[in-house]
């Protein structure tokens, strides 16, 4: 079981966090314009690299808030959590 | 004194390997990137149906070591829309021929599959599904919980259960095979062909010019190809990036266990989505389960083991018999999963460059299926029909095949 380090809480279990895939994706500007491909892009395409991946989670069985970290999914090493609307730490790569 | 009693002992001969071993050739017509059932069975149908024999498969690991050798098993057809139940029964027809096709033992068993409903909402599901088999042709029976208790007994069908069973769907020719002997027949046939089967050989690179495939960089050197194909499963996002494009997969952890073995209780597997498991006993005798997938993108092929608690706290109501089983063994698999729950099989945006990946949690029972529709999309430089509708254009166009439901448990 994965400990997160939650930036309000401090580590606890997985099993009170909810995952939410890539951190940082903005809802697009230019709605009424953007191609198809660009739409498909947003909904549906996210981030899968091998190694480290800043990614959200959600403590929902605790401060019910959201988060941003740095994870490795190669070998589950978390690294730097940042708050929501935070800069992005760098890579810890 | 233990060296010396272990140098009187005999060791048995190596078994002949089925394959030989080889090492990689300058340029081939085609390559295909993953020794795992896919790519195995692609290259098969390549060579055999396609007259296409100067071809690679190039496994980064050991040949069907990744999902191949992971999986629960589990062959059926009984998907929801039109291009599923195209593709996935196909598949089972193909499985239905296969051992004598390729020549070689599969234990393919066709000992039917059960899904249970446990809710009115589950029910009505669970009966568009039967109803949407029926119109396709596809064998489906729709059980009662007393149906369901005469061909399962172990299944526990009281009403007192936090999700009681409210009936299922049942396809007879759906069933269970070996999936090692799947690889190994595959890889025999396809060798015996002159198909080269390049283990260690990882794939670091890819050789393009002006939108136009010529061949891959690997740990064994550079090889040219005409064609390529990316059958790399959990590794489908790293291979295309070497290409120079993104798709919409993502990987994740998914595990199974095995109990020790037992006097056999249950000939048919049960799969239930709303309680979390799905079930079967292999020849030997040992329950085999698997359930959903973790939570958080991996390739550490391996989760966390809340996961199977969940698992076997489900599979404990369903089946009180299991209660005193031990656990033998997990493992954990990475599988490719789509937002659609549906592969993704087809062209890319790179000239005869391929891809076959997104089969997410239930790419098994589509091995023969995959790799023959692969196959034709690799030799004409098309789609087949049957795999017309899983490109990778219709996350653009919206065309998409939502096998959520049908996929058998919510991952």
Aim: proline letters at 5%; aromatic letters at 10%.
């Amino acid at each position: 079981m994965l400990n997160i380090p939650c930036p309000w809480c401090g580590p606890r279990d997985e099993t009170e966090f909810h995952y939410g895939q890539e951190a940082g994706v903005a809802y697009p500007e230019n709605r009424d314009e953007i191609s198809d491909e660009l739409w498909a892009k947003f909904v549906f395409y996210r981030a899968n690299p091998k190694g480290w991946h800043a990614e959200r989670w959600v403590h929902s069985a605790g401060c019910r808030r959201w988060f941003n970290v740095w994870r490795n999914t190669i070998n589950h090493e978390f690294g730097e959590s940042y708050k929501p609307f935070e800069p992005q730490p760098k890579s810890p790569a | 004194m233990a060296n010396k009693r272990l140098r009187t002992v005999e060791l048995p001969e190596h078994p002949d390997f089925l394959w030989t071993q080889k090492s990689p050739k300058k340029s081939y017509d085609a390559i295909i990137v993953g020794g795992g059932g896919h790519g195995l069975a692609t290259a098969y149908y390549l060579a055999k149906l396609h007259g296409m024999t100067n071809i690679a498969v190039l496994e980064k690991g050991w040949l069907g070591g990744g999902n191949m050798a992971r999986n629960t098993t589990i062959i059926r057809s009984n998907y929801l829309w039109d291009e599923s139940e195209g593709i996935y029964e196909h598949s089972l027809k193909l499985w239905e021929g296969l051992q004598e096709d390729v020549g070689y033992e599969m234990f393919f068993s066709q000992r039917g599959v059960m899904t249970l409903a446990h809710s009115v909402s589950d029910v009505r599901t669970k009966m568009r599904n039967y109803y949407a088999n029926g119109v396709a042709d596809i064998d489906s029976e729709w059980l009662t919980p007393a149906e369901v208790k005469k061909i399962a007994p172990v299944v526990n069908i009281s009403d007192d259960i936090r999700y009681p069973v409210m009936g299922a769907t049942y396809q007879p020719r759906a069933g269970i095979a070996k999936h090692d002997w799947v690889a190994w027949g595959y890889a025999k046939a396809a060798g015996d062909m002159g198909v080269d089967i390049i283990q260690n050989c990882e794939v670091t690179g890819m050789i393009i010019q002006d939108g136009k495939i010529q061949g891959v960089q690997t740990n064994q050197g550079d090889i040219l190809a005409e064609k390529v194909a990316l059958v790399g499963a959990g590794h489908s996002s790293v291979l295309a990036e070497m290409a120079g494009f993104q798709i919409p997969i993502q990987s994740r952890p998914l595990q199974a266990l095995v109990s020790e073995l037992l006097e056999q209780v249950l000939d048919t597997v049960i799969m239930s989505g709303m309680v979390h498991v799905y079930v079967s006993q292999a020849h030997k005798g040992e329950l085999v389960m698997g359930a959903g997938t973790d939570a958080y993108n991996s390739y550490a092929q391996r989760g966390g083991f809340h996961v199977i608690e969940h698992q076997l706290s489900a599979a404990v109501e369903l089946f009180p018999i299991f209660e005193r089983a031990h656990l033998l063994r997990t493992w954990g698999g990475i599988v490719d999963t789509t937002p659609d729950a549906s592969p993704i099989v087809g062209l890319t945006p790179v000239e005869n460059l391929y891809l076959n990946c997104g089969w997410g949690t239930g790419g098994f029972k589509g091995t023969p299926g995959s790799g023959w529709v692969m196959a034709h999309t690799v030799a004409t430089g098309q789609p087949h029909e049957l795999n017309k509708g899983f490109n990778l254009n219709r996350f653009k166009t919206g065309h998409l095949i939502d096998e959520h439901g049908a996929a058998g448990v919510a991952h």
